[in-house]
């Protein structure tokens, strides 16, 4: 990648990701042109390619960037430094609706990216996941009070049962358009509730 796509105003930088985003979201990466991408832009393709060699190089930066933008906002929130599982994941919650509202198409993308099937660009995308998802899980881990929970709970399944359960119903808020944040904010607040009921040790 060109280092001069870092040398850009924040507003050009964010004009092509959120391009780059929108497009991918939308297609394959093999049905995915770059002259669409630099469209939304409102640049050239010539230009775009001065910023990233190909396409390959556009589609695993795009998916770093998720990567990235997703721990730093949940560090940020504060997600890794709380005792209470549950007080962790709802700082995750918001944290998650804030990227959503700075990158509307950014969601579908990740999700779209997991299930990418291309040789191109499928194992770097499998082994970037994994890398991430077992960070963002020890971050978690090193701060979890055990006695919290119900004895004998297997608390790594736990954790991944509700990582699934949260990051499919995400899924399913994309896939119908427009995402209604506060019936998101709503859902996940009954979501909780329900876990804690069957995970927290009863006083």
Same mark, same amino acid.
Do not use: P
């Given at each position: 990648m060109n280092e001069r796509f870092f040398s850009l105003p924040e #507003? @050009?930088?964010q004009a092509i990701i959120n391009a780059g985003y929108r497009v991918f979201s939308q297609n394959s990466y093999r049905h995915s042109p770059m002259? =669409?991408?630099a469209a939304e832009a409102g $640049?050239? @393709?010539?230009?775009?390619?001065? %910023?990233?060699?190909? !396409?390959?190089e556009? %589609?695993?930066?795009?998916?770093?960037?998720?990567?990235?933008m997703? $721990?730093?906002?949940l560090t940020r929130y504060g997600c890794y430094q709380q005792d209470?599982?549950? #007080?962790?994941? =709802?700082?995750? $919650?918001?944290? !998650?609706?804030?990227?959503?509202r700075l990158y509307p198409d950014m969601a579908n993308f990740t999700i779209k990216a997991f %299930? #990418? !099937?291309?040789?191109?660009?499928?194992a770097a995308i499998q082994e970037s996941y994994h890398r991430y998802f077992n960070f963002k899980a020890d971050q978690v881990r090193v701060n979890m009070d055990p006695t919290q929970f119900v004895p004998g709970l297997d608390i790594s399944m736990m954790y991944r049962d509700m990582y699934w359960a949260s990051e499919g119903y995400l899924w399913e808020m994309v896939q119908r358009g427009?995402?209604?944040? #506060?019936?998101? =904010?709503?859902?996940?607040?009954?979501?909780?509730a329900f876990w804690k009921s069957i995970y927290l040790r009863k006083e």
């Open positions: #507003e @050009k930088r002259s =669409e991408i $640049i050239s @393709k010539g230009l775009l390619f001065h %910023y990233f060699r190909n !396409k390959r556009l %589609y695993l930066f795009m998916w770093d960037q998720c990567a990235q997703t $721990i730093q906002v209470g599982l549950f #007080e962790s994941i =709802e700082r995750g $919650i918001r944290a !998650k609706m804030e990227l959503i %299930y #990418e !099937k291309d040789a191109d660009v499928c427009e995402v209604d944040m #506060e019936r998101m =904010e709503r859902d996940f607040t009954r979501l909780l």
